[in-house]
């Protein structure tokens, strides 16, 4: 990757992590933006994404995204409450992380 990738990257980063933050975008749908430039920036193995990833891997099996327009509402209702349930946990270390990544490519 070249310095300008990397700095285009990294700024990528930032905007999804402010993103989730202000929460303009859903946890779910911005855990899994950040996760995927972490990767591409070989930084998936740092302490600050690992919340993330942890996140991402709880909430495998439950629908996000466009993906919800394909479930029965009444399946998608009973899985949501799971969903929420997994959010909640999980928020304070993702806006912390979120603030970490700020802080050090902002």
């Avoid at 911005?30 to 302490?47: A, M, T, V, Y």
């Avoid at 399946?75 to 946990?89: C, F, M």
Wanted: aromatic residues 6%; hydrophobic residues 45%; proline residues 4%.
């Amino acid at each position: 990757m070249t310095p300008e990738q990397e700095a285009a990257r990294k700024k990528q980063l930032v905007s999804a992590a402010k993103a989730l933050l202000s929460l303009q975008v859903g946890v779910s749908i911005g855990s899994q933006r950040i996760s995927k430039i972490l990767l591409r920036l070989d930084l998936q193995n740092d302490e600050t994404s690992q919340v993330f990833h942890q996140f991402n891997r709880a909430i495998l099996s439950f629908p996000v995204g466009n993906e919800r327009l394909l479930w029965a509402y009444p399946a998608l209702l009973e899985r949501d409450a799971e969903l929420t349930r997994i959010e909640a946990e999980f928020r304070p270390r993702l806006l912390n992380a979120c603030i970490a990544i700020i802080s050090q490519y902002g």
